[in-house]
């Protein structure tokens, strides 16, 4: 497979003119920035040609922890210790599991998450930003009296970042509902050693269950103690947690040895792209990374599962799934923040025509994203990168 040439840090360009798509509805949004001209956000459903009136009312339900997220870029090292640094960029966005559930619903899918917020104004900030900004159904979720919202600092540089996090468990009472809406699919984080009763609840209602996992600071990574890993249909570690929990060599092994535990195991390789095994069908599929200069890789991974969930539920084949998801991945990367890089259709829709206008672009690179075509909007809508945050949590309205 060959690799695709890129111009400049961003991958920025014009949308053109495709023709008329039967297979998938779209509408457009009107979004606006303070200080900024009104622009048209194309809303592309990859699930139009797949849903009948029987559908669950969801698409993707999730449940964790929402932080208030300020993220600083621009740093040319690391900071010293005794010393003070400027930031070149700054943003303030919804991060945690605030990362996941926009970058569903940026890709169209109809998203439920159930959370718990502050009362403070953090809180309300996240929630507004979540709700109205990106069209996320907040239903399950629930603010919380007295408590404060859970705060991310990070700063990037290098292609790396440092965080900071301070936040307080909120009351037992308070947490999101275990049980969980209908809906097609369900992304779960799973945590060694302990078992999330929504994950069965959602399961046995036939909901669609993709899982990652985060680093085993115990340790022992033991597969047995992801007792939740046994409702689910796909789990998508990275290679080195993949190679931990299954004690082989090399991450493509380690995919097929995790197909005895889940149908599908999807193994991402960093910059060699990423690898899947099914176990019902027996197909293989590998896709190479796009290589990009990378300001912020924070919700990359976020990003990956999202494009890989939608690719999925929309039915595409094993090899599209991932070089979308890695396509998206890279997008995000570009751009600082994590949910606040979450491209949409737009994003894909500059990059695979700018890709198409570089000269030299190897024609079997070009081919494995041809899929996109039948996508994408039609019509240019809006600039890209859309600017979707400014520094502060929010300016006063004008009298």
């Known amino acids: 497979m060959g690799r695709l040439r890129r111009e400049g840090r961003r991958c920025a360009g014009r949308l053109v003119h495709t023709g008329p798509d039967p297979h998938h509805a779209r509408e457009h949004t009107v979004i606006a920035s303070k200080g900024e001209r009104l622009y048209r956000r194309p809303h592309v459903d990859p699930l139009a040609a797949l849903r009948t009136p029987g559908d669950p009312p969801w698409d993707v339900y999730l449940t964790g922890t929402v ?123 799973l945590t060694p050693g302990v078992r999330a009763p929504w994950i069965a ?64 195991a999807v193994v991402t390789l960093g910059a060699q792209g990423a690898y899947a095994v099914d176990a019902r069908t027996g197909e293989t599929a590998e896709v190479p990374a ?49 949910s606040l890089s979450a491209p949409g259709w737009s994003e894909t829709a500059a990059w695979w025509r700018r890709v198409q206008s570089l000269e030299g672009q190897d024609p079997a690179a070009l081919q494995r994203y041809a899929f996109l075509e039948s996508l994408l909007p039609d019509e240019a809508v809006s600039p890209w990168p859309l600017r979707r945050a400014v520094p502060t949590i929010g300016f006063k309205r004008s009298a």
């Open 201 to 264: 609840q959602a399961a046995g209602k036939g909901t669609r269950i993709f899982a990652d996992v985060g680093w085993d600071d115990t340790g022992r990574w033991d597969l047995a103690g992801l007792a939740d890993l046994e409702h689910c249909e796909a789990f998508l570690p990275n290679a080195a947690e993949a190679m931990r929990y299954t004690g082989a060599d090399c991450p493509r092994a380690a995919a097929h040895a995790l197909t005895e535990y889940v149908p599908l």
């Open 67 to 189: 932080f208030l997220d300020i993220v600083f870029t621009g740093l040319d090292f690391a900071p010293v210790r005794g010393t003070e640094s400027w930031a070149r960029g700054m943003g303030s966005s919804p991060g945690g599991v605030a990362n996941m559930a926009t970058a569903l619903a940026r890709l169209g899918l109809r998203t439920s998450l159930a959370a718990a917020f502050g009362d403070d104004h953090y809180g309300e900030y996240c929630w507004d930003a979540l709700e109205q900004g990106e069209g996320i159904d907040l239903t399950p979720s629930r603010t919380v009296p007295g408590w404060h919202s859970p705060v991310t600092v990070s700063m990037a540089y290098e292609g790396e970042r440092t965080m900071v996090s301070h936040g307080h468990e909120p009351p037992p009472e308070e947490t999101a509902p275990e049980c969980p809406p209908h809906a097609r699919a369900a992304v779960a984080s």
């Open 290 to 338: 796009i290589a990009v200069e990378a300001m912020d890789p924070t919700g990359a991974g976020d990003v990956f599962v999202a494009g890989f969930v939608a690719g999925t539920l929309a039915e595409w084949p094993l090899a599209d799934r991932l070089a979308f998801a890695g396509l998206t991945a890279a997008l995000s990367v570009q751009e600082f923040g994590g």
